[in-house]
């Protein structure tokens, strides 16, 4: 992983997309479940609290293997679920099958009519 973090106009900047930033949080995202502070984490990890904040910023840079491995057995999650970008996209899916199949066959068609008009604008845009 490369930081991608850096100085614009004597303001820190962190690409959003980089993966230390989607690591940080996610790390954050499985400490907050747990209802852990940064230093319940960094006691859990063996890591300094301060490098907890920075790593959940995407700020620290590069995290080793073992480092990832040990987040992942502190929070109860894989190190794919650390890394993951997006949602599971087959819950998502089944979320919305869900919610279309309760609609009236006029909603269905409402829906299917947006979806098409989204597209068609995200094409022309």
């Known amino acids: 992983m490369k ?3 850096g100085w614009k106009g004597g ?5 959003i997309h980089s993966e230390e930033y989607i690591l940080g949080q996610n790390i954050r995202k499985y400490r907050l479940e747990k209802g852990w502070s940064q230093k319940q984490l ?4 063996d890591i300094d609290r301060a490098d907890i904040s920075k790593y959940e910023n995407g700020t620290k840079g590069e995290m080793g293997f073992k480092t990832l491995k040990k987040f992942a057995a502190a929070l109860e999650v894989s190190t794919d679920d650390l890394l993951a970008e997006k949602e599971k996209t087959v819950e998502i899916s089944e ?3 869900v919610e279309f199949a309760k609609l009236t066959k006029d909603g269905q068609i409402t829906i299917r009519n947006m ?3 989204l597209q068609s604008q995200q094409m022309a845009g």
């Open 3 to 5: 930081n991608q973090s």
């Open 95 to 97: 979320e919305i099958g």
């Open 42 to 45: 960094s006691d859990a990890v």
């Open 115 to 117: 979806m098409k008009f």
């Open 11 to 15: 303001v820190s900047v962190v690409d």
